[in-house]
T-cell receptor
Framework: DAGITQSPRHKVTETGTPVTLRCHQT?????MYWYRQDPGHGLRLIHY???????DKGEVSDGYSVSRSKTEDFLLTLESATSSQTSVYFC?????????????FGEGSWLTVV | DAKTTQPNSMESNEEEPVHLPCNHS???????IHWYRQLPSQGPEYVIH???SNVNNRMASLAIAEDRKSSTLILHRATLRDAAVYYC?????????????FGSGTQLTVLP
C-alpha cells in the first residue's frame, strides 16, 4: 500500500461537462502519474508530475490537463468530457529504492461519459 | 520504444510452479524489467523488478537472461489468488521521469 487515494472512484457525467479526478498521496513522493486503461490498449500514460507545479505530457495527453499545487495532490481535469474519455483512470506514484524506482498504482477511478 | 512480447494466456495447476516468459530484444542498458499483475477491477500490483541479476522477493522470482533480451517470472507455487493478467514492462527514462509502457500481458489461469 503506497498511500494512494483516488476520488471519485466512480462517476457518470455528460458530454461537454468538466470533470476533475483527484489523486492524493500521504508519503511525500515526488513523482506522480495519471494513466488510463482501455480494452485492447493496456495502460497508457496521460500526464506525470515530477514536483510541485512541474508536470509533463505522456502518450495520450490531448483533452486532459493536470495540476499539482502541493506535493500530496495531483489533479486530472477533463475540460470538456467526450465519450472517448470513458475509461478507467489510475493514479500512480514512484518510489525510489536502492534497486531502482518502483511505481505503485491506486485503485482506479471509473469514468463514464454519456 | 522498447517493447515486450508475452504469450496471451497460460494455464497452471494449483500448487505447481509457473514460469511466465517475456521477450524484450530491444532493451537498452538503462531499462529496468518490471512485472506487474492486475486482478479484475483493481489497479496493477507491483510484483518484482530487476536490472541484470536474478531477483527474489516474497511474491516471486525474476530470472533475467545474460543478454537481457528475455526474462521469466517464476511463481513457485501457484494459488487460485494468483490468477490475473501479468504484465512484463520495461521501465525507461523519458522526459523527467522513469516511465512504464504496458503491453497486453499474459492472462494466467490457475486450475484447482
Amino acid at each position: 500500500d503506497a498511500g494512494i487515494t483516488q476520488s471519485p472512484r466512480h462517476k457518470v457525467t455528460e458530454t461537454g461537462t468538466p470533470v476533475t479526478l483527484r489523486c492524493h498521496q500521504t508519503e511525500n513522493h515526488r513523482y506522480m502519474y495519471w494513466y488510463r486503461q482501455d480494452p485492447g490498449h493496456g495502460l497508457r500514460l496521460i500526464h506525470y508530475s515530477y514536483g510541485v507545479k512541474d508536470t509533463d505530457k505522456g502518450e495520450v495527453s490531448d483533452g486532459y490537463s493536470v495540476s499539482r499545487s502541493k506535493t500530496e495532490d495531483f489533479l486530472l481535469t477533463l475540460e470538456s468530457a467526450t465519450s472517448s474519455q470513458t475509461s478507467v483512470y489510475f493514479c500512480a506514484i514512484s518510489e525510489r529504492t536502492i534497486s531502482g524506482n518502483t511505481i505503485y498504482f491506486g485503485e482506479g477511478s471509473w469514468l463514464t461519459v454519456v | 520504444d522498447a517493447k515486450t512480447t508475452q504469450p496471451n494466456s497460460m494455464e497452471s495447476n494449483e500448487e505447481e510452479p509457473v514460469h511466465l516468459p517475456c521477450n524484450h530484444s530491444t532493451i537498452s542498458g538503462t531499462d529496468y524489467i518490471h512485472w506487474y499483475r492486475q486482478l479484475p477491477s483493481q489497479g496493477p500490483e507491483y510484483v518484482i523488478h530487476g536490472l541484470t541479476s536474478n531477483v527474489n522477493n516474497r511474491m516471486a522470482s525474476l530470472a533475467i537472461a545474460e543478454d537481457r533480451k528475455s526474462s521469466t517470472l517464476i511463481l513457485h507455487r501457484a494459488t487460485l489468488r494468483d490468477a490475473a493478467v501479468y504484465y512484463c514492462i520495461l521501465s525507461k527514462m523519458a522526459g523527467s521521469a522513469r516511465q512504464l509502457t504496458f503491453g497486453s500481458g499474459t492472462q494466467l489461469t490457475v486450475l484447482p
